[in-house]
């Protein structure tokens, strides 16, 4: 199965966010519901459907603060680390 992007050319012209199956013949497309999640091979990330295709936007390690728990922050860290580590989160490049 694959992802349909933007701007597709030949069969998959007019399918974009659909999924394409092979199905021996010839291909078939889904329209994606709002909800349905897929694992995005290339990009190493999930993706769910609202409207259009999304990634989970990885949030800002917690700081600051007048009272500060530091095994809080420990977990929330290795928590982060391991739905970053799942590909929960979009993929940001860094300068």
Known sequence: ?????ENATNEWLNHDEEIAIW????????????????????????LRYYGNWQAAVEPAA???????????????????EALRNAGIFEKVSTP
């Open 23 to 46: 199905l021996g013949e010839a291909w078939e497309f889904i329209s994606p519901a709002n909800g349905m999640m897929i694992f995005d091979q290339m990009a190493g990330m999930q």
């Open 62 to 80: 917690p700081s600051g603060g007048t009272t500060i728990d530091t095994e809080a922050r420990a977990t929330i860290d290795s928590l982060i």
């Open 1 to 5: 199965m694959y992802r349909v992007l």
